[in-house]
């Protein structure tokens, strides 16, 4: 395999993935609504489903890191295809809130599958095939090419609900299967030998794993800082893009499904926007906490914007800009964290940083949810924004630890910081990350 072949094989995978993901996206809240539930039990079903990444990405990250990367991926589709169909059963069937959460749970099962083993396949795969350019710009890629997905997946999925709700979901599971189907032709573990694990053995390995998550997660400071990030933007962004659907339809006075997708289109090319200034935005700042302090920022402000405008269009436009500002930090902070991990456990870290974001999104969803039936949407976008501020300091706080992860390599910005270059082979070696205090507080 050559890095090209990597990349073509990484970007489809993820524009596939996506589409097939983002076709309910734009009217995942309006099915569960007209299902029964009210907006309250909504987010306790997606509670429900973040719960279930938490349960589950320990698990699966120890199948990622044995089995392999491939092996978890394509579970990962089948899983999702069958709990995509119970959704549509259970609401034929006006089962309620609890049979909703059950199925949710099983959709976040197929998620934690995917969590860390596609990206620690393309990390692995690039590194072994001579890969020497810089990390951010195959994750920016894969970003786009993943938002154009979901404007195809939303803007259908939207055209879909108008003709049923159920329609949009009975088509992710079809996406699904062919996603499976290839996968199993393109995607191959290289850079990452697998290895065979008994059922017996699985204690032993989620400790390992577990201790794995700590020794190379928590206990790093640099990633120490992350993770608190994820858990914070977990908490507000998880409820925010689904809170947006009945709040956006109540200020148009309107039911338009349709409407619900074609917003869901224009989150996608705000995040493209986003994903596509990053390469341009280095030329001007060597360091990546200069873009993820700015990134962050303007997240929180788009939130509270949204929860002040009392017009569609005005709301709109802030919620762009906080998408906007998403699409500008993920490849960013992808970038980041795999500079400050070694290879072995780079599945396990990974998923361990998304088992964390969801922990807060079980919170943050129950809580914010709460509050928007008890007050309303408005005050939970208010809420959520103020809270997102607080990744402001966190982030400057990772800035101060003066990481070589921070440097762009080849920056021509002047940015004071270690000159050490974040290519690939620097990134997979383990020797490259600084050895830890002795201490468990670091």
Do not use: K
């Not at 189907?181 to 290895?195: I, N």
């Not at 577990?210 to 990030?229: D, F, K, M, N, P």
Request: aromatic letters at 10%.
């Amino acid at each position: 395999m050559t890095p090209e072949r990597v990349v073509r094989s990484y970007l489809a995978i993820a524009g596939l993935y996506t589409l097939s993901a983002s076709v309910i996206w734009g009217v995942n809240t309006l099915f569960l609504l007209d299902a029964g539930l009210d907006i309250f039990e909504v987010f306790v079903a997606n509670a429900a489903f973040t719960a279930g990444m938490v349960l589950f990405e320990i698990p699966t990250g120890v199948l990622a890191d044995t089995a392999g990367r491939r092996a978890s991926f394509l579970l990962s589709t089948l899983v999702l295809a069958a709990g995509t169909l119970v959704y549509v059963g259970l609401a034929a069937a006006e089962a309620g809130v609890v049979a909703f959460c059950f199925a949710s749970v099983l959709l976040g099962l197929g998620f934690t599958f995917y969590s860390g083993a596609v990206e620690a396949w393309v990390v692995d795969a690039l590194a072994v095939t001579g890969y020497d350019g810089e990390l951010d710009r195959v994750f920016a890629r894969g970003s786009i090419v993943s938002g154009a997905a979901m404007l195809a997946g939303t803007v259908g999925g939207g055209l879909l609900g108008n003709v049923g709700l159920a329609w949009p979901f009975v088509t992710r599971s079809a996406l699904l299967v062919l996603l499976f189907a290839y996968a199993s032709r393109t995607m191959h573990d290289v850079g990452f030998e697998a290895r065979t694990m008994r059922l017996r053995d699985l204690p032993a390995e989620m400790a390992t794993i577990g201790r794995a998550s700590l020794t190379y997660g928590w206990r790093r400071e640099a990633v120490r800082h992350l993770i608190v990030v994820s858990i914070v933007q977990g908490a507000v962004l998880m409820w925010a893009f689904y809170a947006w659907q009945p709040y956006f339809l109540e200020l148009l006075d309107g039911g338009a499904v349709w409407v619900a997708g074609v917003v869901a289109a224009l989150i996608a090319l705000s995040t493209i926007a986003g994903n596509a200034i990053v390469e341009f935005l280095t030329r001007f700042c060597g360091r990546r906490t200069t873009m993820l302090m700015w990134a962050g920022g303007v997240m929180a402000v788009g939130a509270i914007g949204v929860g002040l405008a009392s017009q569609f269009w005005l709301a709109l436009l802030f919620l762009l800009a906080t998408t906007a500002a998403l699409g500008v930090q993920g490849p960013v902070r992808q970038a980041y964290l795999h500079a400050s991990i070694p290879s072995e456990q780079r599945a396990t870290v990974v998923s361990f940083d998304s088992m964390m974001s969801s922990a807060g999104g079980v919170g943050g969803q129950v809580g914010l949810g709460a509050l928007a039936r008890t007050r309303s949407i408005e005050a939970g976008y208010l809420t959520g924004g103020v809270g997102l501020l607080t990744v402001v300091p966190v982030y400057w706080l990772l800035r101060r630890l003066r990481e070589p992860a921070d440097v762009f390599a080849g920056s021509q910005a002047g940015c004071r910081g270690p000159a050490a270059g974040q290519g690939l082979p620097e990134l997979a070696a383990v020797d490259s990350i600084p050895r830890l205090p002795e201490t468990v507080g670091g």
